[in-house]
Nanobody, 125 residues
Framework: EVQLAESGGGSGEAGGSLRLSCVAS????????MGWFRQFPGKEREGIAD???????TYNAFVKGRFTISKDNGQRTLFLQINSLKSEDTAVYYC???????????????????WGPGTQVTVAS
């Protein structure tokens, strides 16, 4: 059974860094598109970045170099490095998986079948 579990969230300080992880059980990262999303209170879930089965990466325009997505296929783990934290980064962060090895169609949450429960990131003003 496919399960995704995020970790690494919590409180961060402005200007600091956080590294989020997502362990995907019973899932071959070589054959799935993986994505990171975040959701602000009262807003729709938005895509941050995705990485396809071959390791090709797409970032949302707002990233501006502060976010880095990566993965370790052997460990079945997806990562999101967040640098230069801002208070505006405060949100619930989710990892997700699509059965397709290709990340076609944009970083759209409607395209993903599997989701982790999310991890809260809070950055002080």
């Amino acid at each position: 059974e496919v399960q995704l579990a995020e970790s690494g969230g919590g409180s961060g300080e402005a200007g600091g860094s956080l590294r989020l992880s997502c362990v995907a059980s019973e899932l071959n990262l070589n054959s799935h598109c993986m994505g990171w999303f975040r959701q602000f209170p009262g807003k729709e879930r938005e895509g941050i970045a995705d990485i396809d089965g071959r390791g090709r990466i797409t970032y949302n325009a707002f990233v501006k170099g502060r976010f880095t997505i990566s993965k370790d296929n052997g460990q079945r783990t997806l990562f999101l490095q967040i640098n230069s934290l801002k208070s505006e980064d405060t949100a619930v962060y989710y990892c997700a998986a699509r059965r397709s090895p290709y990340c076609a169609g944009g970083i759209n949450p409607r395209l993903y079948e599997h989701w982790g429960p999310g991890t809260q990131v809070t950055v002080a003003s």
